[in-house]
């Protein structure tokens, strides 16, 4: 059996110990922010895990769950794709300054955010297009390219940390969702979730080493929760629709602090 109770048989055990290089094909996808040339993607144990044992699986959601989930996929996917490239860069910026346990660091986190940009496209594969796509993914888009937009890399830290809190109450909201019946939804989101709290800590104490005042980092906190919310009110009836009842989570993302 398998941590979500699930038998396993005829699998090759031993690609679960280590990172692996990705595939091309999933990168290929088209993508709100691209990834550096200088980018050499892994895979990590657990995405290998959840691949196999879900990979060629269906999602097992009713249709109006699946359109649900088909228009807010491209607004999780926009938020882990513009991590990937920010950790990407700062990973070597450290690097370069022979930072090493802050290299490490950031470069676990881009992995940790390529996994789950990969898991959330893995799953919008398996949905119908939104016929909105190309407006959800604009706003998404301007909304994470206008969050790079800070005096500096602590502040910048010090929104993404707030921002994987918000993502953190989303998550949790998902996996006790109605929808989260289907494990391999409910997998996926338990993992983001626990990867997204742990980064929250990684990028406060990044924001708070590099200079930041903690009354800035706080006050900044409001503004990107108010974003947030900003971002995630045409899509409230779409979290209905999939069993999370939103004044409750818009309610926890307006109080969740990343301290
Ligand atoms: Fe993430
Ligand atoms: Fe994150």
Redesign the pocket.
Same mark, same amino acid.
């Given at each position: 059996m398998n941590q979500w109770g699930e038998r396993m048989e005829n699998t090759d055990l031993a690609i679960f110990g280590r990172d692996r290089p990705a595939p091309t094909e999933p990168l290929a996808a088209s993508r709100c922010f691209a990834l550096p040339d200088s980018y050499r993607p892994l895979l990590q144990p657990w995405f290998n895990r959840w691949t196999l044992v879900y990979g060629e699986q269906p999602l097992r959601l009713p249709d109006d769950q699946r359109e649900a989930l088909a228009r807010l996929l491209p607004v999780l996917l926009c938020?882990?794709q513009s991590?990937v490239v920010l950790f990407h860069h700062e990973a070597r910026r450290l690097s370069a300054a022979a930072r090493q346990a802050s290299y490490h660091c950031f470069s676990t986190i881009e992995k =940790?955010?390529f996994q789950?940009d990969l898991g959330l496209q893995a799953l919008q594969r398996k949905l119908p297009r939104p016929q909105d796509l190309p407006n959800i993914r604009r706003r998404a888009k301007r909304f994470f390219a206008r969050l790079g937009r800070v005096e500096s890399t602590a502040e910048h830290f010090a929104q993404i940390s707030h921002l994987?809190s918000a993502?953190a109450v989303i998550m949790r909201a998902l996996e006790a969702s109605e929808a989260a019946r289907d494990r391999q939804l409910r997998s996926l989101v338990a993992q983001?979730k626990r =990867?997204?709290a742990r980064?929250v800590f990684i990028s406060r104490s990044h924001a708070l080493q590099l200079g930041i005042a903690r009354s800035d980092y706080r006050s900044m906190g409001q503004q990107i929760r108010t974003q947030v919310l900003a971002l995630l009110a045409p899509f409230g009836s779409a979290f209905e629709t999939l069993g999370v009842d939103v004044d409750r989570l818009f309610g926890r993302i307006r109080k969740s602090r990343a301290e």
């Open positions: 938020g882990e991590a =940790d955010e789950h994987d993502v983001i =990867d997204e980064h």
